[in-house]
């Protein structure tokens, strides 16, 4: 299917959402996002709503 979005959960990792899409920030800004998006799921990032990659140093491992 064409402009299907997908999500997909890493190991350990973050939400990879892959598509196009609008993100609605607490502020009420709204943002497109296409390619690969990357969510936090470990609580760790500094840059939430987005992984930074700070689960590497974790031992967050949930499926
Ligand atoms: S999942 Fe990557 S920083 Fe939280």
Redesign the pocket.
């Known amino acids: 299917m064409e402009n299907e979005l997908k999500i997909k959960v890493?190991k350990?990792?973050?939400?990879v959402v892959s598509g196009e899409f609008k993100m609605i920030l607490p502020t009420k800004e709204e943002k497109m996002m296409s390619g690969n998006t990357?969510?936090?799921?470990?609580?760790?990032?500094k840059?939430?709503p987005?992984?930074?990659?700070?689960?590497?140093g974790?031992n967050?491992d949930e499926e």
Do not use: E, I, L
């Open positions: 890493v350990g990792g973050p939400y990357f969510f936090c799921r470990c609580g760790k990032s840059n939430k987005f992984c930074d990659g700070a689960h590497k974790t967050f």
